[in-house]
Structures are given as structure tokens and as C-alpha cells.
T-cell receptor
């Protein structure tokens, strides 16, 4: 059974700091990995998607890496801003007899302070 | 904005009642997946519909059921509501390709269900 773990569970940093969020998964047979952002009480916004054959993806101040063999991904946020405050979720997409589904971690709650 | 809409936004029900949640998928998408997100947890996969057929199911009891319509919109029905069903219910639309898998799933804003 695929399990996804995110560390740390919560993080508070001053504005301008660079930071790294970690995600690990137990089964390397994934099709892709996605990072999402979730604001309180809201839906999910897709930030980056990395195919299983890729090593990293970049979008603006965000960079996500994937090491499938070790079951790890990181999300790097450069020059953090208060508007980055949200919960960040990683999810792996797996193909199973029980459906093509995303398996999520429990998220990292980020607070960027002025 | 993803183009995926859900209704209603919030809902309050009592134990034992039944509820129907609705989702309109993004134009051109043929697949809808439903997820349940309890407070402080990541979303859990309930089931997926592709071309009006259930295409996979997570570890949820049969009182969770769904439908997908010809226009690819979808409903999630929950019978005999329990207190633990209180959660944010998210739907996601995507395109399931000929090879049987999809790329990015686009999520709606969710329906907050409270069971008293």
C-alpha cells in the first residue's frame, strides 16, 4: 500500500527565506508526482507536476525534484513571501486495479511572517 | 480558476440523512474523481468515473455512491450519514487517455459537509 509522508508538518519562516519541503513515498511504482497548494477551507491548486521519468520541474520561484528510486521529492521555494502562506500537499499518481488515483500526504502548513 | 465547479459550497445534515453533492468538470475532460478530506488530513480517494462508469474505488463503504452524466458532470451520494462523514469533499476532473492514465487533475473548490 502506497503511503506518502511529508516533513515537516508545520513550518514558520521570515519573509525572504529560501525553504525546502520534503515528501517521501513508499512504493516507487508511480506514474507522476504533483505538488499542490491549499488555502484554508479551499480546494487544491496544482503547482508542479513531475512525470516519473523526469528529475525536476520549475515554475517561477518554485522548483520540485523527484528521486523515484529513493522515494523522495522536495519542493524548494525561493525568496518566500507572506502570500506563500498555505498548506502544501504532495501526491503520487498510481495505476492500480482499484483505479487511477492520487495518494496524498498530510501536508506541510507554511507560514511566512513579515 | 480551474473551471471545475462544485455545489453546494456548504451543507449541514444530521446523522442518518442522505446527501447529494454535485460537480461540473472542466470542458473537454472525461474523468471525474472524488476525494474526502477530513480536517488536518490529506484528501482520500473515494472513486473515479470515466464515461459514466465507475473506474476504480478507494476504501469507502457502499453507502458512498456516484454517477457521471453524458456531459461528464458527476454526483456523489452518501446515504445513512455518520458523524465521521464531516469533511471537505473535493472533485477533480481530468482527461483519461487511450493508455488508461491521466496527467494533471484539476480540483474544484470543494463542498464542506457537516454532520450533526
Amino acid at each position: 500500500k502506497q503511503e506518502v509522508t511529508q516533513i515537516p508538518a508545520a513550518l514558520s519562516v521570515p519573509e525572504g527565506e529560501n525553504l525546502v519541503l520534503n515528501c517521501s513515498f513508499t512504493d516507487s511504482a508511480i506514474y507522476n508526482l504533483q505538488w499542490f497548494r491549499q488555502d484554508p477551507g479551499k480546494g487544491l491548486t496544482s503547482l508542479l507536476l513531475i512525470q516519473s521519468s523526469q528529475r525536476e520541474q520549475t515554475s517561477g520561484r518554485l522548483n520540485a525534484s523527484l528521486d523515484k528510486s529513493s522515494g523522495r521529492s522536495t519542493l524548494y521555494i525561493a525568496a518566500s513571501q507572506p502570500g506563500d502562506s498555505a498548506t502544501y500537499l504532495c501526491a503520487v499518481y498510481i495505476l492500480t486495479g482499484g483505479g487511477n488515483k492520487l495518494t496524498f500526504g498530510t501536508g506541510t502548513q507554511l507560514k511566512v511572517e513579515l | 480558476e480551474t473551471g471545475v465547479t462544485q455545489s453546494p459550497t456548504h451543507l449541514i445534515k444530521t446523522r442518518g440523512q442522505q446527501v447529494t453533492l454535485r460537480c461540473s468538470s472542466q470542458s473537454g475532460h472525461n474523468t471525474v474523481s472524488w476525494y474526502q478530506q477530513a480536517l488536518g488530513q490529506g484528501p482520500q480517494f473515494i472513486f473515479q468515473y470515466y464515461r459514466e462508469e465507475e473506474n476504480g474505488r478507494g476504501n469507502f463503504p457502499p453507502r458512498f455512491s456516484g454517477l457521471q452524466f453524458p456531459n461528464y458532470s458527476s454526483e456523489l451520494n452518501v446515504n445513512a450519514l455518520e458523524l465521521d462523514d464531516s469533511a471537505l469533499y473535493l472533485c477533480a476532473s481530468s482527461v483519461l487517455g487511450a493508455r488508461g492514465y491521466t496527467d494533471t487533475q484539476y480540483f474544484g473548490p470543494g463542498t464542506r459537509l457537516t454532520v450533526l
